[in-house]
């Protein structure tokens, strides 16, 4: 039993996301790292990832529910579930489009022992497994002599996830020399703008295309469910492209990319953009590595095409960071006890 546990085998707390948040905004730019050894424990086969299940709503073909179970079997083990919703039309009604929880379960007993407000917890994940992969391929993108001169970064989709994955580059240190936007609904992409860091030198682009030519780094967050950017040749200066919505750019950009996933089997499912490419040639022979051999250097990148991260986001990043909060909840004295959740406890 990891030491961090309760010997209480029917001990079960909550915690809110109020408390989520305080502790991500003290730790943010080290969730980068907790991250990163998420990633290498599946890549060693510490840690187990199955397939992610989507509960899809014939009346409502726009909105899912997705449940992505993980094992993380090293020293501090524990396994857990997230559940997360996507709603969509709930932008416009002034509501997040994503809600979550995470459910911790110990390891010796199977019992649950935690429940976490969850949606924080996703999108800091995510934008920690976008600017990781930043980390990982900028190099081998761009010469340092280019880098040193300040990057153009441009996010299509302006919502909660684009305001995470740029504020996580900032508490990263990243500095670009201009940071561009573009949603199909203005407003967005104007108060995206407006979050950026006061002094930047900031563009509203007019159309996709205008955005993606005139980027180093393009950074794809928005709810498309099927592929909506078909133009190549604004992709002729090859820039590094953070796919994080996975389904929108088209299979012919795909396989005119390197291409770079969280994991292989995870990401060619549920037609995204790489599933299609798959698709349509039969194999998958495009794709170039994953983000732990571009980690170690051991993936070959080629300088004359775009490059592409595609992850399709791993139930193991939420149980890391989850079980990095729980911890720091407890010591914090955050946790919300239940002391009488479970009825077994009092039977035994």
């Not at 020399?177 to 573009?182: F, K, M, P, T």
């Not at 900031?202 to 980027?215: D, F, N, P």
């Not at 996975?246 to 996933?261: F, P, T």
């Amino acid at each position: 039993m990891p030491e961090w546990q309760t010997a209480d085998s029917f001990s079960f707390g909550i915690i809110s996301g109020k408390a989520a948040a305080e502790i991500l905004a003290d730790v943010l730019p080290d969730t980068v790292a907790i991250v990163r050894e998420a990633y290498l424990a599946q890549a060693e086969g510490r840690a187990h990832n199955p397939r992610s299940h989507f509960l899809r709503f014939d009346d409502r073909p726009t909105d899912r529910i997705i449940a992505l179970a993980a094992d993380l079997g090293d020293e501090s083990a524990v396994a857990g579930l997230k559940w997360i919703s996507s709603w969509p039309e709930n932008v416009a009604a002034g509501i997040p489009r994503a809600s979550a929880v995470l459910i911790l379960n110990r390891r010796d007993t199977g019992y649950p022992f935690a429940v976490l407000e969850a949606s924080l917890i996703s999108a800091v994940r995510t934008a920690a497994s976008a600017v990781l992969a930043a980390e990982s391929l900028i190099s081998a993108v761009r010469p340092l002599s280019e880098r040193a001169r300040d990057l153009r970064i441009g996010f299509i989709g302006c919502g909660i996830i684009a305001r995470n994955i740029y504020d996580m580059f900032r508490a990263r240190r990243w500095k670009f020399r201009e940071v561009a936007a573009y949603d199909t609904d203005d407003g967005s992409a104007s108060a995206f703008l407006e979050h950026v860091e006061p002094g930047a030198a900031t563009l509203l682009a007019r159309t996709q295309h205008e955005l993606i030519a005139g980027s180093d780094m393009v950074v794809f967050a928005t709810t498309a469910a099927r592929p909506h950017v078909f133009d190549l040749k604004a992709f002729e200066h090859n820039p590094l492209i953070l796919h994080i919505s996975l389904r929108d750019l088209s299979e012919q950009i795909i396989l005119a990319s390197n291409n770079i996933v969280d994991d292989v089997d995870h990401c060619l499912q549920a037609d995204t953009s790489p599933h299609l490419a798959e698709k349509l040639t039969g194999g998958r022979a495009f794709i170039t590595g994953t983000i732990t051999d571009a980690m170690s250097g051991t993936v070959t990148i080629d300088p004359g095409r775009p490059t592409v991260f595609s992850p399709f986001g791993m139930g193991i990043l939420d149980l890391a960071v989850g079980r990095f909060i729980y911890q720091e909840a407890r010591r914090r004295n955050l946790v919300v006890d239940i002391d009488d959740f479970f009825h077994e406890k009092h039977r035994w």
